[in-house]
Each structure stands twice: as C-alpha cells, then as structure tokens.
C-alpha cells in the first residue's frame, strides 16, 4: 500500500546548458552602434553575451542542452515523458521546436510543445510540467528555455540591442514520492497583464508582413514595473508556503538588468551571495536565462542537493512568475 505521508513531487534530477561560441563584448557592440562599455555595464550589469552561428537555431540549442539534463540524470531519452519548451524565437511557427527537439534527442515516446511567455516562459514552463507530473500524467518532464534574441534585435537601436544575448538552458523534472521537507518544485505562481502588452513586444506576425522583425522595448516603463511586481510574486511564494526570506538559499531570477535583480535581493533582505547572477556573462538571454543561471550554480557547487531555491521571471506580455524548488 502507498505511504499516505509521502508526497508526489516533481523533483529536479537533471540540468544542462548551451551556450553559442561566439562571444561579443560591449567594446565589439560599441563598434556597431552609439554606446559604451561603461554605459551597458553601470546601467545593466552586462559585461558580453553569446550571440548564434546560423546553425545554431533554438532547436540546435535547446537539444544539446536537453541531451545533458538527461545525461546528468541518468534517464534514456527514450523513457522520457514529455518536452516543454519555453522560447520566444522558435526555428519555425511549426512544427514546435519540442518537437524537433524530440527528435534530435531520440526521445520517441515524449510528446512535446512550445509554449510562448517571453522571458518568464521558463517558470510558466516549470508550473506545466509541476502539474503534469503531479497529475501523473507523465512520469519525466524536459523543461528547456531557449532562445536566439540576437535574430530579433534591430541594431539601429542601442536601447535594445546591448541588452540581449541566445542561448538554452533544460532541466528534468521526475515524478518523486517524497517526504515533507524533501526535494521538488513547492510551488509556481504565474501572473499576466496583457494591458501592458504594448512595452515590451516584436513588431511583426501574422498581424502584417513586415520582414524581419525587431524586438521593441520601452524599458524605463518596464523597469518601473519590475521590481514591485516581482517582490509580489516572490512574496507570494513564501507567504503560500509559510516561509520567510531568511529560509531562501539562492536566488534565481532572471537575468535582465543586475539592478532589478539587485532591487529584488534588497527588497527580500538576501545578501549577494544568496544571489545568483550570470547578466554579466550571458545578457538577457529570455526564457533560456533561469535554466542558464541554474546550470551555472550546479556547476560551481552553490545549488548541491537539500538546498531552497527561490526563481522569479518577468517579461513581455507582461507576464511573471516565481517557482519555488527544493534540489
Ligand atoms: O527581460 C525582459 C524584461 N526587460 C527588462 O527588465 C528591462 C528593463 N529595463 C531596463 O533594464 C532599463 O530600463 C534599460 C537598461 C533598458 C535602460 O536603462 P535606463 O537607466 O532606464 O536608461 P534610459 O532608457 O532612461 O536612458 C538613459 C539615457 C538616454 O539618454 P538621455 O535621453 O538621458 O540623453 C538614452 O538615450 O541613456 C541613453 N541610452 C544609451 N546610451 C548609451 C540608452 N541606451 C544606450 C546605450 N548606450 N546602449
């Protein structure tokens, strides 16, 4: 008979992360448009970011990623259950990249789709699969964020275009009966206002036939609504789960600007090296920032197993979110 005092969890038992070769600092963008090193590193934290060769498309990225989460977690690709992929830059409107993906990966039995809620896609993403996996509909989840920013970015613009860099990031998620206290996603919480839609969006679609299209952002508008709504979602989280800020090990947020992320921490009383932070390295990569900034946690011994970890996105839509995950 099943123990009545455990409970079905999505734990995370795979990471993994993509990042393109080539690497462009803020001296080679001052060389395509009006800026300066100083001015991107004071006003965002961004020190470089990877921008794609044409044959790493989202799917290219997303896979490799994915392929290591699998590998990290031991799982042959062909037990996997589903695929779910956050991204804003698609390799096509279809087939879905979870799809392509799916078969790069040789993962036959998964079924897959992607889902579009710009830069907090990967939380809603986790929030999907945390559900499905409760449900038990599927006993393994992929969840990947991936992203090629740079294919968006109009470099007439050099309010937009230093801000953005492409990569993927994955994480597996397992259905686990586990005890209180144990590891597993303990929450999501997602958030939307599409009355903000028109501060953050790319300027084209099935809407007109303008080719390509650019990515467009008002972003003081856009900073003014991040932190607060943010320390929302955060305190959200700990509040349904009865925790404070103290009982927070790291902080995963999106790596927009290191400014609202600094915002956040303070807000939340963390010192910095309760923080996580990649903005320097990796730009706003989107959706693939989260699972890009976790990876690089794992990998420098920071996010070991029985630790709490707090994640918070918000982006275009605007939508938001925070997840909370004990590894
Ligand atoms: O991931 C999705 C969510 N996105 C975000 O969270 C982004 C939120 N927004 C931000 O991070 C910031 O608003 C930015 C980094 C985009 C801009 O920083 P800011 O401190 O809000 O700058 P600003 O837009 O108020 O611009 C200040 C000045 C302007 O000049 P004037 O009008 O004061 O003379 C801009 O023209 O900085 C100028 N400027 C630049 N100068 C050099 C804007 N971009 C640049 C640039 N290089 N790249």
Redesign the pocket.
């Known amino acids: 008979m099943a123990d009545q005092s455990l409970l079905k969890r999505a734990v995370l038992t795979g990471a993994g992360a993509y990042l393109p070769e080539q690497i462009l600092t803020n001296e080679d963008m001052a060389k395509r448009?009006?800026?300066?090193d100083e001015?991107?590193v004071e006003?965002?934290g961004i020190r470089q970011r990877h921008f794609a060769a044409p044959h790493e498309t989202a799917a290219y990225m997303g896979a490799e990623a994915g392929r290591q989460a699998l590998e990290k977690a031991g799982l042959n690709p062909e037990s996997l259950g589903a695929i779910i992929v956050a991204t804003s830059t698609p390799d096509q409107a279809f087939p879905a990249t979870a799809v392509r993906i799916q078969a790069s990966l040789g993962a036959k039995k998964a079924f897959g789709f992607d889902l579009s809620a710009?830069?907090s896609g990967f939380i809603y993403g986790l929030s999907v699969a945390d559900a499905m996996l409760r449900a038990g509909q599927v006993k393994s989840v992929l969840v990947i964020g991936t992203e090629v920013f740079s294919r968006l970015l109009n470099f007439e613009d050099?309010?937009?275009c230093?801000?953005f860099g492409d990569g993927a990031g994955a994480v597996l998620l397992e259905a686990r009966d586990v005890e209180q206290g144990g590891p597993g996603l303990l929450s999501t919480h997602l958030y939307a206002d599409g009355s903000l839609g028109d501060i953050?969006y790319v300027d084209c679609g099935t809407h007109d036939n303008r080719k390509p299209g650019h990515l467009v952002?008002h972003?003081?508008e856009?900073?003014r609504h991040?932190v607060n709504l943010l320390a929302g979602a955060v305190n959200d989280a700990l509040a349904e789960n009865k925790l404070s800020a103290d009982d927070i090990d790291l902080l995963v947020p999106?790596q927009?600007?290191k400014?609202?992320i600094d915002g956040v921490g303070k807000k939340l009383g963390l010192p910095a090296e309760r923080v996580v932070i990649t903005v320097h390295k990796h730009a706003?990569t989107?959706a693939a920032s989260i699972p890009l900034a976790l990876a690089d946690a794992i990998q420098e011994g920071r996010a070991v197993p029985g630790k709490l970890l707090l994640l918070e996105a918000?982006?275009?839509g605007l939508t938001w979110g925070s997840a909370l995950l004990r590894l």
């Open positions: 448009v009006d800026t300066s001015w991107i006003r965002t710009a830069c050099r309010t937009t230093v801000l953050l952002m972003g003081r856009v900073f991040a999106h927009a600007n400014r609202i706003n989107s918000l982006g275009g």
